[in-house]
RNA sequence: GGGCCCGUAGCUUAGCCAGGUUGAGCGCACGGCUGAUAACCGUGAGGUCACGCGUUCAAAUCGCGUCGGGCCCA
């Protein structure tokens, strides 16, 4: 027997119930066989901890598989960990307390590599045991590591494939570096915030002219030194002005609009214009480089002036290019084939290209020394301090530069039609997800720079002779065992870097020393997951996936970089269909994090609440694809939701285990013929709430999906099936109308439990195992490998579900109108008179249920339009009767309002006008004279419903009272009962006191009645009686003492 | 500067794709129920559906624009 919803305790007995039985495999087992549904996770990073946005992943992908499952489809379901890169280098580095890439040398690379390998793993354990407690079912007993070899291979694999494709080059980039990992990282590793750098404004001297320079801004004044061309924009008009400052004239050139801006900033007291340059003019003009005395390179360059749409009419309208350190430089440099000058090193510092005085500098601390040379060679125009946006490392927060560098590239800008025109075959979910969003993000694809210049990654499978310059790339590890001629057992480094391979030319191969972008690891999962190359079957049988589902962040991401190397490789899309999802921010939608302080871990939920309600409120509190706004209130409301529903399925567990409730009596098809109409409609209602899930998860419309579910528990069951059932529960013996009322409730609970399984898989569980494997051994061991339950047509009836709607709505306008007329509910009334305003109300079968529910003697239903018979207040009109009758007014007034209200309406209905006798006069009175209302009596108050009015009658009669009383008797006492702990079957010894006489004489009427509700074998009800029994109390019932004994039988 | 999403009651939101009386939950106030009970139910107050223009017999819903918030890109 069940007692109060405890789902910590309830889950736990659940999970060992699985891991006893081996469900998990138990259930993909039974589905060999069935259509495929290849599902590719996602793989989390290893962090060691899983967050509520990683368990809200979870939680949806876990949802789906099951579904899927439960439609018998043969489920791939590998969990996937994402153990490489800088993140878990970073955290290694810290704790053996390294610097730089030369500790980690000194430390030597294998047993840094063995340090990170142990780390990615312990936390893959820790996060597992995390995901398991939220009841997701992957295959976590054999999941994909990027890691292990073979899927060290997939990548290998895909790189080979590229190659064929002619889509791998090497060149040199200007790329995104972080000085400190002293590596490449990828744009989408770049993390922006505001920072404050210096904003500089530079003169750089025009040759063949005296004292004239063209100005240029900067907020990156150690990129001067590798300056190499200004640009300037093709539309602007220049202006060549004289400017004086402190009675020194300067002839300075920039673009005509921003001169006085630019003037100001650099404090010039005065100025003339001298003359205006067009673009094409000003590239006719070559400056000399402001610092040539300190890098000596400069001497040799020449500096001219180039034209670029890029440049904005901001600051002087004159950039300052430097190939070497920016993106738009270095493509400008490209077309006008200027030196790619990049005089930093790998470790952010000059290089001795920048000359002696810069070698060795740090460029961001570079910055003041170039400043104050600038200042001293009489070239700065202003300096000042700006707040700006400003990249830096994803990992180690260090601000990144932009440096040249020879790196590896997969052409993916080539493909870009291509990757249009395949995500357009790709279902969406939402549809805008891949339309525009995805689209956006291709149309602005770059190509790919998939090297590294670190050591825990996928080292690059590109072996090249220094000879010669032959390239091959390695496709598997066979291949490279072949080659090598020896066996390799760990293909990450430092192994595979001392492997030479032959050169056709004779000369020895190596290796290139990088490694993978960390997100090509992901990338290959789809195939990595079906441990493709090394094995092909399963490939061919299963790939692409059928569905991925991740957050909107992986737009740029997962969701670009599988797209990227599968079509890298096999020209096509690795997935047939997405669905995005949000963030999890907190409740007034700030993203969660340490600094706020507002971050909510998924297992503190779970602790309070458990994982279904964690579950339920995940998937139910908005459209998956939308930001999730945690709130702990809405958690709290989803645990009183499901509480209820677990209050509605123990309702009747009591009962049915009095009852002997078998498999037998839970056979529904047994009691067709003792239905009642609330049975059939309970039935209808829940076989269209299969039909609606169904569709919504088809639509993978999760909210919607819990929102139907919660509201039919609520709404159907809890607040109104169960209400209606409850007294058939109290029948005695095996009647056939108490028996199809358990048959259907557990109809109902079945169905609702198999329908929930997805979304609430403990509680399912739970409630399957113990009425259903409960009566029947040999049912299926667990929910979860039920089938889905499919809408039974037959069971549908929308003309029942109608009228059930209207019987509701009438019920509680009748509520509403009883409060009005301060009747309780526990009082019955002689009638309750539906009014309809102009459509017919059919109740079908449901009058009794009606009566029953309002606790009303009779029904009536009106024809539309007409109403029970009124009250009318009559109110005279003083602007209308003053007029006409003057001095009589008064008199008029009187005897209209002593005159009878329905005799005037019927006159003035009839002929327009009602005469009057007061006394010895009479009076006319038109209509204009008196305004009628027709009022309810006060005997029948009334309230509003969607069709009409409902109106209750609520005059007492004995009969009424004596029931009335009856009802607040047997109340009291079943109280008492409580009190006493007694169960539902006892037998009691009761005694009843009432003060009153004409009240003992109304309950006297009901006392077989109520002895029977309160199961009395012994019933004294009586004035002065003098009571005995181990429980007395006083009672007040409208405003009579009533004193009540009860006993043990 | 560009792309996408969002803006509905004090708060959290449904409805929008497919136009037809804005619907819930929380909180608040009042009442009811009492063999599901450390529960539960009803009623009430509370809305310029961000704003403007357009399409339409009819717009929260469709279109255009503006403002505000978020994410991404430049």
Redesign the pocket.
Known sequence: MAG?YNARELENQIRSLWERDDTYHKVRQLRVGGKKFFFVDGPPYTTGRIHLGTAWNKVIKDSILRYKSMNCFAVKDRAGWDMHGLPIEVKVEESLGFKSKKDIETYGVDRFIDRCKEFALRQKDDMTAQFKILGAWLDWDDPYMTLKNEYLEAAWWALKKAHEHNLLERGLRVVNWCPRCQTAIA??EVE?WDETDYSIYVKFPVLGEENTFIVIWTTTPWTIPANVAVAVNPSFQYSKVRAWKDGRPEILIMASDLVESVLKTGRYQDYELLGVLSAEQMQELHYEHPLGDMVPRQKEIVHGVYAADFVAAENTGCVHIAPGHGLEDYELGLNHHLEIFCPVGEDGRYTEQAGEKYQGLYVKEADSLVIADLEEKERLLAQGRLAH?YGHCWRCKTPIIFIATSQWFLRISDLRDKMLDEISRVTWYPE?AGS??FA??IN?ARDWCISRQRYWGIPLPIWSCPTCGHLEVIGTAAELEERAGRKIADLHRPEVDSILLDCPCGGKMKRSPDVFDVWFDSAVASWATLRFPSQEKDFEEWWPADFITEG??Q??GWFYSQLGAAMVSFGRAPYKSVLMHGFTLD???R?MSKSIGNIVQPEEVVAKFGADILRFYVLG???PW????F?W??VE?TS?ML??FW??Y??ALPYMVLDGFDAEKADLSRYEKSLRPEDRWILSRINSLIGEVTEEMEAYQL??IV?SISEFI?EDL??WY??LV?PRT?IEQDDPDKLAAYATIYEVLVKLSRLMAPFTPFLSESIYQNLVRGLDRAAAPSVHMCPWPVADGARIDRKLEESMSLVREIS?AG??AR?KGGR???WPVSEIVISPAKEAVDLGDLVGVLKGQTNAKKITVLPPGEKPKMDLELSPVHKKIGPVYKGEAKAVVAALQAADPFEVKKQIDAIGEAHLISGPKGYTITSEMVQIRELPPESLPAAEF?RGLVYVDITLTPELESEGYA?EII?RI??M??EMD?????QIRAEVDIESKPILDLALLKKEHIAGE??ASDFQLGLGLELRGRLIKDWDIEGVCVRIAIDRA
Not at 982 to 986: A, I, P, T, Y
Request: aromatic residues 8%; proline residues 0%.
């Open positions: 109060q744009d989408s922006y946006r805008w525009a969003r956006d993000w602005n909107h962040d737009t740029r409740d007034q939608g993203k509190a908005n459209a939308e930001d999730l706004h709130s209130e809405s409301n009183r509480n209820i209050n509605a123990r309702f909210h919607r929102r609520l809890s607040r169960i209400q409850r109290w509680m509520s509403n409060q309780k509910l526990r969607s009802r109340r079943q109280d009962r409580k007694l169960k539902v079957e006892d309160v199961r």
